[in-house]
């Protein structure tokens, strides 16, 4: 008598195989789980990194802002004192220039002339002063002319004096210029 097999064994093959495939989906779901939580923690590592390079470039940044603000600050205190220093060396170059002028005052001073105020405004020399005669003071313009101090003469004003009969009072102003000295000279004296 042929053997039935009355037992499902198609169906235990079925829930078998179902059990397989779930226990195997599950695997999965648990791997890609796994992986997604691994994924997701680089991903956060790899930002928490970017961001402290980020800080640590903002704050370098802010630095290097100081430090430039510093030598701004620093610049702007070496431009003052070079023009400090330039205003020292230009006053300290003048300084002989006033006793030149004081000196070529009276070596232009005719004889039988006398100042009485001088005033100096910018470059400009206005003189007051009493003559014996206007002679002298054609002789102090003559005298003006020719030195290398001085420029321009204009005399403005000559009155007669009241208490003496041959003086005169005029009221001249005379420009001051520095001579410039020629280069070879300095060149020599340099050598």
């Not at 220093?85 to 001073?109: A, H, N």
């Not at 470059?123 to 003559?131: C, P």
């Amino acid at each position: 008598m042929p053997r039935i097999n009355l037992r499902p064994w198609r169906q235990e093959l079925r829930e078998e195989r179902q059990k397989q495939f779930i226990s195997t989906l599950v695997g999965v779901a648990v791997i890609g789980a796994g992986l997604a939580f691994f994924w997701l923690k680089d991903v956060e590592s790899q930002i928490a990194y970017q961001e402290a390079r980020n800080g640590y470039i903002r704050s370098s940044m802010e630095e290097l802002d100081k430090k430039i603000q510093e030598i701004e600050e620093l610049r702007t205190k070496r431009q003052q004192m070079l023009d400090r220093m330039k205003v020292i060396q230009d006053l300290q170059g003048t300084r002989p220039v006033i006793v030149r002028v004081f000196d070529e005052l009276v070596r232009t001073l005719p004889d039988g002339l006398y100042y009485e105020s001088l005033r100096r405004q910018g470059d400009t020399i206005s003189i007051v002063g009493i003559a014996e005669s206007n002679n002298r003071i054609s002789g102090l313009m003559r005298n003006f002319e020719s030195s290398d101090w001085f420029d321009q003469p204009n005399l403005t004003d000559v009155s007669a004096l009241k208490d003496k009969e041959s003086a005169n009072r005029f009221d001249m102003q005379v420009k001051q210029v520095t001579p410039v000295v020629e280069e070879s000279a300095s060149k020599d004296k340099g050598a």
